[in-house]
């Protein structure tokens, strides 16, 4: 006797064809389509540059062709230029993001664990965060220099809200019988730390992580814009003073493209370190 297990609902929809009004019939796209559609967008995006350029409604020097962009790519990493700033802003970004997420999850976790602590800080902390990074940067390149400690400074500033509220979740979402048990087993706080709180909170702290990251980014060229003789924002701004947009759109895809491979390796790391609790826990 062939016995069959029921499909589950999200099987089904896959599986079956959705009906039209029109008595058409519409077939999900395979998962194969489904990572090609990244790709196919933007192919869309590029063919409709390259036909607003062609057009001519407006002049080379506003919007340049791909085919001077990508003219302009070549140039840049042949006599190494690229290479310079990329380095410069990804250095700022890692050192920024290193410990605006360290101080962000340990002041996280301390206030978490003390509501004394979090009334006399978060109005403080509140003011600083409702104020643009923007207002803080020229005062932090006057106090650390142009060099790249005031750049740490910005990225840093500007990831650590984030974290320290993700932080302040993941511990105060924890449920409470989890902890409940924990003291039953007369678990220590060491204990309590490492084989409850950390584990429980991996998937929101990976989440503030993801979005620290792309901050980072922003914060590293809002100071190279103030201040910087290197480095992505510094690039852009002497393009724009000299009129090379095509110089701009080469430096605006290479932090586009910095930013979203640092987002792919925290979302890698996340799923190394999710799987690992996963199989922990069976």
């Not at 003390?114 to 923007?134: F, G, K, W």
């Not at 204990?191 to 429980?200: D, R, W």
């Amino acid at each position: 006797m062939d016995i069959s297990l029921p499909k589950s609902t999200s099987e089904q929809h896959a599986a079956a064809p959705v009906r039209l009004k029109s008595g058409l019939r519409f077939r999900f796209p395979r998962p194969k389509l489904r990572r090609l559609a990244p790709i196919l967008g933007i192919l869309a995006v590029f063919f409709a540059w390259e036909v607003i350029t062609r057009m001519q409604l407006y002049p080379a020097f506003i919007i340049p062709p791909p085919l001077a962009v990508w003219d302009q790519f070549l140039e840049v990493i042949a006599d190494g230029r690229l290479w310079l700033h990329v380095s410069v802003t990804l250095t700022e970004i890692l050192l920024g993001l290193t410990v605006g997420v360290s101080l962000g999850i340990a002041l996280g976790y301390l206030l978490a664990k003390s509501e004394a602590l979090e009334a006399a800080l978060s109005p403080i902390i509140l003011a600083v965060q409702s104020t643009p990074v923007v207002a803080y940067a020229p005062m932090l390149i006057i106090w650390f220099g142009t060099g790249t400690t005031s750049k740490v400074f910005i990225c840093a500033l500007i990831v650590f809200f984030p974290m320290l509220m993700n932080t302040l979740v993941s511990i105060r979402t924890i449920p409470p019988d989890q902890r409940e048990i924990m003291r039953l087993m007369d678990a220590s706080r060491w204990q309590t730390f490492h084989m409850l709180e950390v584990p429980a909170s991996l998937p929101i702290l990976f989440s503030g992580l993801k979005i620290s990251a792309t901050l980072a980014v922003i914060g590293a060229v809002v100071g190279e814009f103030i201040s910087a003789s290197a480095g992505l924002g510094y690039w852009i701004k002497l393009a724009r003073d000299q009129y090379d947009t095509a110089l701009v759109v080469v430096a605006v895809f290479a932090l586009a493209l910095l930013a979203r491979l640092m987002y792919g390796a925290i979302s890698l790391m996340e799923r190394y370190f999710l799987r690992w609790r996963r199989q922990q826990e069976v």
